[in-house]
Each structure stands twice: as C-alpha cells, then as structure tokens.
C-alpha cells in the first residue's frame, strides 16, 4: 500500500520536473525582464544580490520578474519551517545560498532547495504528518504536517505555473523565427542541437526535410525528450512520420513525460494510422 508521504513526494516530484522542464534554457534577459514599471524583481546589492520585499506590499500588488519568482521558490522550499514545523531539524549543509544574480546561479539555487526540500518530505513519517504542529508553527499550531506539507507543494505548483507563464511572455514579446535563421545559414546544429524537435513541436512540418538536409539530427530530441518521430507519431503527421523512418529515426526513444516510445505516442493520442505504419517499420 502506497504511504502517504510517498504520494506526497510523487506529486512533488511531479510538479518539480514540470517546473524545471520550463526553466530549460533560461537566459539573464529573460531572467531579468521587466515588462512593466515597479516591477519587483532581484537587484545588486552591497553584498551580492537582494530581492524586492516589504512586510506590506504595494497594492496592488507590483509584478515580479522571474528573478524574484525562482528566487521566492527556492526560499520557499529550503526554508527552516520546512522541517523544524515537521518536529526536525535543518543539517548543516541546508544553509540557503545567495540571492542568485544570474539564470545559471538561479538554476543552480533551484535545485539546491528542491534537493532540500525533498530529503525532508522523504524523512517524514505518518505520525510526522497526523500530528499537530504546535506553537513553534504560530497561528497554524492546530493544523498537522499534512496540511503544511500540502500547502509547500501548492506554493512550488502555482509560483511554478506562474513562471511558465512569464516565459511564454517573453517568448511572445521577443518573437524569433529560428526555422527562418537556419535556412538562411545564420543558425548551425552545432547552435541548436534540437531545432529539427523544435520544429516538429511548433508542427513546422514543412520545414523539417530542409532542416535534415542540413545536418539537423532527427533524433535530438526537447527538453522532455520528446522527438520530431514522437510528435508527428502523435499529432498523426504522416508524411513528416514516414520521413522520419527513411531518414534514421530511432523510435525505440522514450520521452520524460509518458516513457512512451514513438509508436506508444501514436496509440495514446488515438493516431490509428501512424500506429498502423510503426508496426510495419
């Protein structure tokens, strides 16, 4: 029988790939961007980096950058509260690092704090989550550790839903046409590996035999280690599938997110004619 710290872990696990698939790649211009006056964000300090705060914030309250949004959930996570409100105590190597003044310092901090957070989810047992936290948890001191544990993972689910969010903005405020670069020969596979993927997941199908003519690999694969074969496979894209097979396309590859390889793509997503085909190749 599944324990109930284990399936707290499994959602948390679950909300934390998703959080750190969407942060892949993340650059200190989108880090830093501020889309609005009186954004809240990360600035230099005299010691390093310091984040917006105050005890009473504007209101409304002001936007916050991803800066000051991926530094919040690292402070979340690796706070001492998480396990001192649980009855245990932080180690010595639990220290929170700096703010971070960078994206590659706050990927870093990231998975610090979820390495943090996560060691004290696991060390929890059911009388841990079943028993009152007590004075040392303030105004909460009659709720149990499920009840906290739940609202972390609400807090590292909804600030990760609200980062995505911003990064689809930059995105959209800073369009590019990298498809349009490489057939110009200003972007290279040694540039972007995965841009034959990429192509497939924007469902830029026309493009994809002019990117493998030159030179980008069929089998790189996103983030989630998807590949163009899973996506055509999964959106029924034949042609695009066939081209994929004749070109060397390995669909034995599984993704992160369903451990599914190409034609388990085709069969979840009810593509009856690509699942067909695979069977045949």
């Known amino acids: 029988m599944t324990t109930l710290t284990q399936n707290l872990l499994d959602l948390s696990d679950f909300a934390w790939q998703r959080l750190r698939d969407r942060v892949e790649g993340l650059t200190d211009a989108e880090y830093f961007w501020e889309p609005f006056d009186g954004c809240w964000s990360v600035h230099k300090a005299d010691n390093g980096y310091a984040a917006d705060w105050a005890w009473i914030p504007p209101g409304p309250p002001p936007f916050t950058t991803l800066a000051w949004r991926i530094t919040h959930i690292a402070d979340l996570l690796q706070a001492e509260r998480t396990a001192t409100w649980f009855g245990h105590e932080p180690v010595a190597t639990d220290d929170a690092p700096a703010v971070p003044g960078s994206a590659e310092a706050a990927l870093e901090a990231l998975d610090h704090a979820y390495e943090i957070w996560r060691r004290r989810l696991a060390a929890l047992n059911q009388e841990d989550l079943d028993r009152p936290m007590g004075e040392i948890a303030g105004p909460y001191a009659d709720n149990d550790g499920t009840s906290f544990a739940l609202h972390i993972l609400d807090e590292l689910i909804h600030h990760g839903a609200e980062v995505g969010t911003v990064r689809d903005f930059y995105r959209g405020a800073h369009a590019e046409d990298p498809f349009a670069a ?82 388990g793509w085709a069969q979840w997503f009810k593509q009856t004619d690509a699942a067909e085909y695979l069977a045949t190749v």
Do not use: C, K
Not at 204 to 224: H, K, M, S, Y
Not at 232 to 253: H, I, K, P
């Open 182 to 263: 490489a057939l110009a020969g200003d972007l290279t596979p040694a540039d972007r590996p995965a841009l034959l993927a990429e192509a497939a997941a924007a469902q830029r199908w026309e493009v994809i035999p002019q990117l493998a003519d030159l030179g980008f690999a069929v089998n790189e694969a996103t983030a989630d280690s998807v590949t163009a074969a899973h996506l055509a496979a999964g959106t029924g894209s034949l042609n695009t599938l066939r081209f994929l097979v004749e070109n060397g396309a390995d669909l034995s590859l599984t993704d992160s997110r369903f451990n599914a390889d190409v034609r």
